[in-house]
């Protein structure tokens, strides 16, 4: 690969693209809206917010120095991430926070990237960050659904025009902000009912002894946060 292909690679990557009409951003706003709304819709759309889910529990494991044993998702949209180290302490702990908050987290670090321009960046991290996950990844239908969502990106960055990318990148954007508000809801939900004994509030409570019920309050004020500071910069406010 010559001097000039790999420059032409890295200016399209890293480089900046032009925003797109703010009518085009309010169109992938609504669409997300009715991926995340909708209980039909949102049975099929939530694994990817489960991958996030799951992906954020692997992130933070390693990034605190703990084994990270695989990842499990499962076509009822729960999972399950196996890793070994300290059974109690920080690691544990920022391990066990990550999930509920990390669909709107990944979501606020793309209005961001989105915000400054870099449409082609954010593909191709997202593709990346799938990559990486698929290796962790323990069973069968965990591998169908990380492969076909990083299809879908390979595919748009590679085969589509620059609008369509730009659709693209902020209809997920807005996915990742509205789509992570509402698990912390649903878990509030199940616990009203006396369900989800055993949810990640339950084991932040355990390591911390602060209740359940501030930690889920944290998920809340950290996705609903995300969802407005990220939505104004989608929209250019």
């Known amino acids: 690969m010559d001097t000039d292909h790999l420059t032409d690679i890295w200016s399209r990557v890293f480089g900046t693209q032009p925003a797109p009409s703010l009518w085009l951003v309010i169109i992938t706003a609504v669409l997300a809206l009715g991926a995340v709304v909708p209980h039909t819709a949102w049975r ?48 544990m702990v920022l391990t066990a926070a990550a999930g509920y908050i990390a669909p709107s987290l990944l979501g606020l670090a793309g209005a961001a990237l989105l915000a400054a321009g870099h449409i082609t960046a954010l593909l191709w991290g997202a593709t ?53 508000v509402r698990p912390p809801f649903e878990l509030m939900g199940k616990r009203r009912r006396g369900g989800a004994v055993d949810s990640d509030p339950d084991q932040l409570a355990r390591l911390t002894h602060v209740p359940a019920a501030v930690w889920l309050g944290l998920f809340h004020v950290v996705t609903l946060c995300s969802l407005m500071g990220g939505g104004r910069w989608l929209l250019g406010l």
């Open 128 to 180: 990346a960050l799938l990559l990486a996950m698929l290796i962790m990844i323990r069973n069968a239908y965990g591998v169908l659904t990380v492969v076909l969502t990083g299809a879908a990106f390979v595919l748009v960055s590679w085969l589509t025009t620059a609008d369509v990318q730009a659709a693209f990148a902020y209809a997920v954007v807005w996915f990742l902000l509205l789509g992570g």
């Open 44 to 91: 099929l759309s939530r694994n990817a917010v489960t991958i996030a889910h799951e992906g954020g529990h692997g992130l933070i494991a390693l990034l605190t120095g703990r084994r990270l044993d695989g990842i499990r998702l499962h076509s009822d949209t729960s999972g399950l991430t196996v890793s070994r180290g300290k059974p109690t302490g920080l690691g």
